[in-house]
């Protein structure tokens, strides 16, 4: 999923965690083999069977090699990479909280998730007052026009790695108010969301278990059903 | 100082076991709908009453079936389904553990199949729905 | 009531009347002709001693009648022996000219008047000529000009491109002065609003607050939807005063089709009302010592605030009560178990809330930051026809639940607490003095409850008809005004909360402190942004 409006993420190096969080650069990377790829069949149909192109074709050859060595490696470190930053997810998460349009009952769900019957931090989550400072994103409301671009400058200003969790009914869908001429419809339709918490709102144990979920610490207990009737 | 030391010592620890504990919702709290399909015709009255759209059916009149949905991304726990439900086939229950990865993991489908006017041969109704109205001989009032 | 003959207090503006009705008892409906309301407006403000309580615009061209202009005021019954005894609800409706979308503002002598004007200006497009500040409020500069939501012709789901205007915020010139903007992402959990403070050092010389990001189209949507499922997003305006914008939606249509909900129902619909103010009064006493680093405070307020909102689980399936109301009375009774739960739960908050305001709210450092910070005077509340808790504090005695008894208010004896200072701890003092009230209202309800149904069927409503409904949610006054329309819809739905009114008068209250005094500040009048932007 992209983010939508005049808002442009900035050129992406090789996403390492694009994986875990479904996130798809705006731009389209130069992948160096595929490159190479397409040089060499461009080559080959102009292959006269002169030294030259022979000496041109071996090399292309030993850079295809090459290059395929390099990304089967940035695979393996890719993985272990992510389950690196799952590990050290499992210890500790620090949130900033945005909330684009809710009616603020969700917000105070999650105040309350730092009284002391829930007390949120005995698991190593933590609120923090910048963005630069977040793991994670915790969006609750369907995004209002007027806080749209709000929205986007503060999901730039996360830095990687960086999880989006939509919190509510609105956050997840747009609850009530869909798509209309001041709410776009839920977060996911102006960003990509790892995490959602339905409810209206979620009681606070809900959203510690999403939380949780985040941190791999809890299994999701939801899955999809079905029922067709027999012919 | 001393009376704040005392308030807090006599407060004592009031935090709660979850998730290493249960922590059960409380008799009559609105939670997830489910849905028995042994009690339900596919008559689509909860997707009439339902007002934030999670519950949503399409006829597709090629294949002769309605297609049911309900999206726990949308709902909003209010039970009017549940109210509005003639053959209490919704109820609201007590579960409340629904954060998920992704949309498809929150969704409940279902297929029915449409039946067809013995006269013009077009879909009206589902079939369960035409079976029961048959039976009772009454329509959907409550 | 109104008793007394409609001429003796109009007498000056009798040749402007056009007609008048009486839908309810306590709400008159004068049609007055186009071009006199500024008069009459200022004339009941200054001599009958009225309170602009509303203004509402609304597009009903499809009904053959123009633009409209509904001014509410509350005046003190006519004859009454107090003012206080008897108030009614008096509607001025004037017709603004479709080739001429433009109005005579009142804003320079009500000052209450400014946001109703800009806001509908931006929503219907119709002028306030002569309004000191015409900027742009409800839609920010990314909407493009010469598009009106609210009109009849918009579509509520047309999503119009981004435009790419500028705002202007008042600058602050000076040697020294710097301007600070903060939000509208804010650092805490906390609402999105934009504040420019424009300080010397620490001290805070000027703040503008800038709102309106929440602004979701509620009062649009709720002409798409059926008048039973508006109940819905009426409960969903704000999550902490959810129950009253309920109860108030339901009045208004249960006024409009003419039934009486249950005597059984009236009861609960207090006790819940009640309960919906002391989770909020006990909360928000936390959440001033979270504002002034009393972390004890925080942890003890929150704790009890937790207490109760598990009652409320208990009692209704939901945390802040929704789900409870409909139109006609109440979906769930309540049994007798759940009456001493409520008994025994609010005795032990009583005793734990006393001992720990006892212990608070006396402590030096505590009252060294509370007093004299952030103090608005009677006359700017006046003038801003600030309501509820903030208003209290500030020495103007109203309460809709005294002053327009609804529900079984006028059942129960209780006290409204009233305070001159103006500051936060005035604030904080009226709410801890509320919340014991609330207790006490509570325990004489349920001593009372009748037996009875909690339900009358209300199927349909007739069309066309308009009529308030209010409640005092723990904020302050709501007001909503529908008007519906044919078969099960809404045609306008205009909510007024209290955070509505009293948001301006949040930053006159600033200048003067220090900069981290305005959290402070800000969590003394707690109002919500949501009911605010819609």
Known sequence: ?231 | MFRILKKSLSTGVVTTGYPKGQDPAPEGFRGRPEVDFEKCTGCKVCSEACPSGAISYEDDLEEGVRRWRLSYAGCLFCGACEEQCPYGAITLSQFYEMASRNKEDLSVTATFRLGSCSHCGQYYETEREIQRARKEGSHRCR | MIDTPLHEWMAPFKGTILGSETPVPNELYLTVKPGTCAEICKYLYDRQGASLVAMVGSDERPLNEGFNLYYFFSLPSPGAPTPQNSRFFLNLRTKVDERHPEFTSITPWIPAAHWYEREIQDLLGLKPVGHPDPRRLVLHENWPEGLYPLRKDFDYKTQPPRAQEDFEMNPVEGEGVFEIPVGPVHAGIIEPGHFRFSSVGEEILNLEARLFYKHKGTEKLAETLPFTQGLFLAERICGVCSFSHATSYCQALEKIAGVEIPERAQHLRTILLELERLYNHVGDVGNICAGTGLLVGNAQGTLLKEKLMQLNEIITGNRYLRGMNTIGGLRRDLSEKQRLLILSTLRQIEKEFKELTDVIMFLSTQRDRLETTGVLPRTVARDLGVVGVAARASGLDSDLRRDHPYAAYDKVSFKVPLRTEGDVSARVWVRIEEAFESVHIIEQLLETLPRGDIRVEVKELPPYKSVLGYTESPRGANLHWIMTSSGSYLYRYKIRSASYVNWPAVPLTVPGNIVPDFPLINKSFNLCYSCTDL
């Open chain 1, 1 to 231: 999923m992209k983010p939508n409006g005049r808002f442009s993420a900035p050129e992406k190096k090789v996403p390492i965690v694009a994986a875990r969080s479904g996130w798809q650069p705006l731009v389209p990377l130069h992948n160096p083999l595929s490159m190479v790829k397409a040089h060499k069949s461009c080559a080959s149909t102009i292959d006269n069977g002169s030294q030259t192109m022979d000496r041109e074709m071996i090399k292309l050859q030993r850079v295809e090699q090459n290059l395929e060595a390099i990304e089967k490696s940035l695979e393996e470190l890719g993985a272990r990479l992510s389950e690196r930053i799952g590990k050290i997810f499992g210890r500790s998460l620090h949130i900033r909280e945005v909330d684009s349009g809710s009616c603020n009952a969700c917000e105070w769900e999650i105040t309350a998730l730092s009284n002391p019957v829930y007390d949120l931090e005995r698991f190593g989550i933590y609120f923090v007052a910048s963005p630069r400072h977040a793991d994670v994103l915790l969006v609750t409301g369907p995004v209002t026009r007027n806080l749209q671009t709000a929205l986007l400058k503060t999901y730039e200003a996360t830095p990687e790695p960086k999880l989006v969790i939509a919190v509510g009914a609105c956050a997840c869908s747009g609850g009530l108010f869909h798509e209309g001429y001041a709410s776009a419809g839920g977060v996911d339709k102006v960003l990509p969301v790892d995490i959602y918490i339905p409810g209206c709102p979620p009681r606070p144990q809900a959203i510690l278990q999403g939380l949780l979920l985040a941190m791999d610490k809890m299994d999701q207990k939801m899955r999809k059903q079905e029922f067709a009737e027999e012919s």
